[in-house]
């Protein structure tokens, strides 16, 4: 009962959200199939329109999920400035313009969607101790990390982990899933992931074996295509707080469980739903719900050639240690 009020609640924050990319009614379409029957869910799905929408709601709506119209006039500014966020300063190239895509915005609240408030459930105490173990250290090498184990998985290209790989990111926000019989491949544009998931319910791996993205078991509900995926390494957390631009999200322990289920909507549009479970980072579980919309001119997944040509960890790691001597030299200069 509870699935069906979640799964309920996830599609009536949704279709509040937004209009539906087609204009077609249930009675005028009809959900694809695969030539082996399967519903058909293949294509590319960006969720760069969700860009804007924070993962967790303004405490002040309570359980709205659906801006009004001041609200969503608000969120509208904020989207054109943060595409301008640099124009106007001669001395640095619009970055905004060059790699963010500051999307178009949606009257949806929030990505979460459960519990009704749109907020994350509090951190048990032992996660709350070991987070804030983890963020003071996080803190402090931030500007001059020792070793590469200081900076992110996102600024080392390695992960966003399968989560944070599924939600709205600053670009290459494509989604794009390929279906072969008995198998169902899950293709981020970010970082190039992909989670092969078979659909014959096979046990998962034994628990010594743990990964970045998990691993991933699939099956079939009607016509939702439900995964769930066990197996983490606790490495990294399950929202893009883990990016270059912040790493508070906390890190789940190896318990963490992930469902996520696709619903084809219409010919432009599959609903996704994921919930997080974990009782050793987690006082209960949570989850978000979102639309996938096809774009017109989103036809091709691009190359995340992160590692090739990339400075990045060289210029931090020498840059912070070069501050350092400047202010060694200094102190003794001064003494």
Not at 87 to 105: E, L, M, Y
Not at 244 to 267: H, Q, W
Request: net charge neutral; with cysteine; glycine share 8%.
């Amino acid at each position: 009962m509870r699935r069906l009020l979640l799964a309920l609640m996830s599609v009536l924050a949704v279709a509040m959200a937004a209009p539906l990319a087609s204009a077609q009614t249930a009675s005028s379409w009809t959900p694809p199939k695969t030539p082996w029957g399967d519903p058909d869910l293949q294509g590319i799905w960006p969720s760069t329109h969700m860009l804007q929408t924070p993962i967790q709601r303004d405490p002040k709506m309570g359980a709205r999920a659906v801006l009004n119209d001041e609200e969503y006039a608000q969120r509208m500014r904020q989207v054109k400035a943060f595409a301008n966020i640099e124009a106007g300063n001669p001395d640095r190239v619009p970055i905004s313009a060059g790699w963010f895509d500051p999307g178009k915005g949606s009257r949806q609240a929030s990505l979460v969607v459960d519990p009704p408030d749109g907020r994350i459930p509090a951190l048990t105490p032992e996660t709350q101790k070991r987070e804030a173990e983890r963020l003071a250290r996080y803190k402090e090498k931030k500007e001059a990390p020792d070793t590469w184990q200081d900076l992110t998985t996102w600024d080392r290209c390695i992960s966003l982990g399968a989560v944070g790989s599924m939600l709205p990111f600053y670009y290459n926000n494509g989604i794009e899933i390929i279906q072969a019989p008995g198998y169902v491949v899950i293709r981020n544009e970010m970082i190039h992931e992909a989670r092969v998931v078979p659909l014959d319910r096979r046990p998962h791996v034994g628990s010594a074996v743990r990964m970045w993205m998990g691993d991933s078991r699939g099956h079939w509900e009607g016509a939702t295509l439900v995964v769930e995926t066990t197996n983490f390494n606790a490495r990294v957390g399950v929202g893009p707080g883990d990016g270059g631009f912040g790493d508070a999200a906390p890190r789940p322990t190896e318990n963490l469980r992930v469902t996520e289920r696709f619903t084809r909507a219409d010919e432009h549009t599959v609903d996704y739903q994921v919930t997080i479970q974990d009782p050793d980072t987690w006082t209960k579980a949570w989850t978000m719900a979102y639309p996938l919309r096809q774009e017109p001119n989103y036809t091709t997944i691009s190359e995340y050639a992160c590692h090739e040509g990339n400075i990045f960890m060289h210029d931090v790691l020498s840059g912070a240690r070069t501050v350092e001597a400047k202010a060694t030299t200094a102190k003794k200069g001064s003494n």
